[in-house]
């Protein structure tokens, strides 16, 4: 069975740092693309930022390009985001997400249960 | 405001048939990228619902179903049941903002 726990998330003033972590099982962790993906009132489902098999591909969404990196250690079957600079506005329920396509567009097809970061003073 | 737009709600009685469309734009939908679904059921993460346009995953029941055409999509759902009820997003690409990209979500109520 596929399982992604996410860890990490916690109350932050604007201005400062988190790292998320996502512990993936279940699967051959480094055959899949890697997604965070967050949720708000605010703005709904937002794709935040993905990683390749083999990490030569990154990418974020605008929002957060300069103030998050993503990583991962296939050997560890764990990935990472690291969130600096937080403003209240990422304040967010965070998902990990596993990437599928099969001769589709990338889907996230397993999703971790969220982990909430706040930001807030 | 979501790239990809839904109705905020839709409603139906047990048994009956609903459409929620996803609108999308030429550098999305438009541009060909395949359109996934979701099902968002209360305090839990998003599960596919649909993907590749008209793809069900193993384990979903063929009362859903996708379809595409242009700009736009939808997700039809028959014989509608209680446990139905829950948030739907529709995901694509969009080439412009070169990011994957969800519609707003629509909350379906069954009556």
């Given amino acids: ?121 | 405001q979501s790239v990809l737009t839904q109705p905020p709600s839709v409603s139906g009685a047990p048994g009956q048939r609903v459409t929620i469309s996803c609108t999308g734009s030429s550098s999305n939908i438009g541009a060909r990228y395949d359109v996934h679904w979701y099902q968002q059921l209360p305090g839990t993460a998003p599960k596919v619902l649909i993907f590749g346009n008209n793809n069900r995953p193993s384990g979903v029941p063929d009362r859903f179903s996708g379809s595409k055409s242009g700009t736009s999509a939808s997700l039809a759902i028959t014989g509608l049941q209680t446990e139905d009820e829950a948030d739907y997003y529709c995901q694509s690409y969009d080439n412009s903002l070169n990011a994957w990209v969800f519609g707003g979500g629509t909350k379906l109520t069954v009556l």
């Avoid at chain 1, 069975?1 to 993936?24: N, T, Y």
């Avoid at chain 1, 794709?47 to 605008?62: E, F, H, K, M, P």
């Avoid at chain 1, 396509?101 to 969220?114: A, K, P, V």
Wanted: overall charge neutral.
């Fill in chain 1, 1 to 121: 069975e596929v399982q992604l726990v996410e860890s990490g998330g916690g109350l932050v003033q604007p201005g400062g740092s988190l790292r998320l972590s996502c512990a993936a099982s279940g699967f051959t962790f480094r055959s899949y693309e890697m997604n965070w993906v967050r949720q708000s009132p605010r703005t709904g489902l937002e794709w935040v930022s993905y990683i390749g098999r083999s990490t030569s591909d990154i990418y974020y969404a605008d929002s957060v390009r300069g103030r998050f990196t993503i990583s991962r250690d296939n050997a560890k079957n764990s990935l990472f985001l690291q969130m600096n600079s937080l403003r209240a506005e990422d304040t967010a329920v965070y998902y990990c997400a596993r990437g599928s396509r099969d001769g589709w567009e990338l889907r996230f097809d397993n999703w971790g249960q969220g982990i909430l970061v706040t930001v807030s003073s």
